[in-house]
């Protein structure tokens, strides 16, 4: 498969092998990209070194999204690197496990502004930076989940994810004269170790489960196979976009009565 043959991109935000964005570079890779990947911390370094190397890349970038400076050195590193690239995945978002549980209403200061710069306005200063060093035709995505409706215990993120999905629209209305696409997937529950913060992620995945058109929950193979599509020229019409991939489940008007025990 050479869809993505002869191009370059960054991967941010693997944490391990259950990452939704693990399973989006192992698509991009299958599909011929040349990927680099960042990393937060010497932790995360040392999961990060040896799934890249799964991958043939060597270019692996320190980059904490909190810090202006990172993320322009970040992309000042990868020109020295490539002179070029072709799209970004940004796949990063932060809060503080205590306040994913009870009600949003009891969200700190601090945690919001922090969980809202790391989750949604990174997102923002990446896609300005990365414009810098991006051909014609490139393209970002980022991840969301249900922004639309309110999750039990899901809270601040889910503020975050609303306002990621309004700055979406309009980085794409910003970068469309520049020949770049924006686009978000909104994917379902997915167990990664993000997930594993919010309280009752179990019930969600069964509910999902039971509830969604397709009787399952999806999986980081099948985000990264709408990843690539909107990352190739194969999407070269689509931007703006929030791409669902859910097996159906925000099509849900109310749960089927049979499917309830």
């Known amino acids: 498969m050479s869809l993505m043959k002869g191009k370059k991109g960054l991967v941010m935000g693997v944490a391990n092998e259950r990452s939704i964005a693990w399973g989006i570079a192992q698509k991009l890779s299958e599909a011929g990209a040349e990927l680099a990947f960042t990393y937060l911390g010497d932790a995360l370094k040392k999961r990060v070194i040896p799934l890249a190397d799964k991958l043939n890349s060597k270019k692996i970038f320190s980059c904490d999204v909190e810090k202006k400076d990172e993320i322009i050195n970040l992309f000042?590193?990868?020109?020295?690197?490539?002179?070029?690239?072709?799209?970004?995945?940004?796949?990063?978002?932060?809060?503080?496990?205590?306040?994913?549980?009870?009600?949003?209403?009891?969200?700190?200061?601090?945690?919001?502004?922090?969980?809202?710069?790391?989750?949604?306005?990174?997102?923002?200063?990446?896609?300005?930076?990365?414009?810098?060093?991006?051909?014609?035709?490139?393209?970002?995505?980022?991840?969301?989940y249900e922004a639309n409706k309110a999750i039990p215990n899901y809270n601040v993120m889910g503020v975050c994810k609303a306002a990621l999905e309004a700055s979406v629209k309009y980085l794409a209305r910003d970068l469309g004269s520049k020949g770049m696409r924006v686009n978000a997937i909104s994917a379902g529950p997915i167990k990664t170790l993000a997930a594993s913060a919010i309280g009752d992620a179990k019930f969600l995945y069964k509910w999902n489960a039971d509830h969604s058109f397709l009787k399952r929950n999806v999986d980081n193979m099948d985000v990264g196979n709408s990843a690539l599509y909107l990352l190739s020229d194969m999407a070269a019409g689509v931007t703006g976009e929030i791409h669902y991939v859910d097996a159906g489940y925000n099509k849900v008007g109310m749960p089927d009565p049979k499917n309830i025990t």
């Open 76 to 144: 000042k590193d990868i020109k020295s690197e490539w002179g070029e690239i072709d799209f970004v995945v940004h796949a990063i978002a932060f809060s503080d496990k205590s306040e994913l549980s009870g009600e949003y209403l009891n969200t700190t200061r601090e945690n919001f502004i922090r969980s809202m710069l790391i989750s949604c306005f990174s997102f923002t200063e990446v896609a300005k930076e990365a414009s810098k060093v991006m051909r014609v035709n490139g393209s970002f995505i980022t991840l969301s």
